[in-house]
């Protein structure tokens, strides 16, 4: 079996910083197939539901962009752009309204209207988040780091806030539903999980505090059930959480600074019971994705991909001799 996948990268504009890869499963290979320049700091991609174009944020203060582009047989063209809205673009995700854009350095959250053809059109809705968390460095104000559908709601991760904020769109507006799921102060939530099997469950990673925090819905409110530890016991290096991902009944992490990925496996009440943390191969993982019974990591700061065999019935990870060299990449987008 193949699979083929976009990378985002920290690239200059004259950098390939969009390159599509091939896995082969059986052949055992991993292969650059394109790439793409022109865009600054393409840090995160999107693919529309049709996979017919490509999203890319442009990583910049104090404005950022988005970036709309055909996929062709000949490769990306650039179709459309629009101003993000806000400093720093750093995830999009696609939504019943359009593409959501968080723009983490001035906190807010934009939705973009499409076009027929899946090409940028306008902003339809902005919510800009105000306040303060506990942590003077990282928490001066609102980060708005990431956006996931669920269900028909719009979950959005505030690292700034220790608040994960729920909206519903109603024709591309956002409206605060105000529930909020509330991390412990200092936590700085980034990214998030759910499993189809257990929609009542929320899986939200911390960059700050290193942990997979477990939400449970009772009713309308979220309640914490659990939080695991995605660090070794004892670890006192610098480390900060980077994504977290679902696959089956497993759930994964990845440390950046430990350099590696935690394993958990997902009970039949929802909580995780851990089954190991495993080497990423590379420096700084910011992002990885799973291919069938294989891992892929996306190492930022070695400039890398590595590539780790999955054992699905032990939860554990070894890495192969595949991989491939590449730009400060930070995003891996299945195509």
Known sequence: MTFTFYTGSYALENEPG???FRLDAEKQSLDRLEGF???????????????????AVQEQVPEGMVHGLSVTEAGL???SSLPSGGADPCHLSMSGGGLCVANYTSGSLAVCELGEDGGLKRRSSFSLHEGKGTNPLRQECAHVHFSKEHEGLLYVTDLGLDRVFVYRETDGSLQ????????????????????????????VLCELAGKVVVFKKEEKNYVLVQEADILPSGFKGDNISAAVKRSGNLLFASNRGHDSIAVFRIQADGTLTPTGIFPSGGRTPRDFEIFGDFLVAANQDSDSLTVSKLDRRRGSLSLTDLGAGLVRPCCICRS
């Open 77 to 79: 063209e650039l179709h």
């Open 18 to 20: 969009i390159c599509l």
């Open 176 to 203: 605060d539903t105000g529930v909020r799921l509330a991390l412990p102060a200092g936590y700085g939530p980034r990214h998030l999980e759910f499993d189809p099997g257990r929609p009542e469950m929320v899986y």
């Open 37 to 55: 320049s022109g865009i600054h700091h393409p840090s995160y991609l999107c693919l529309d539901r049709g996979h017919s174009m490509l999203y």
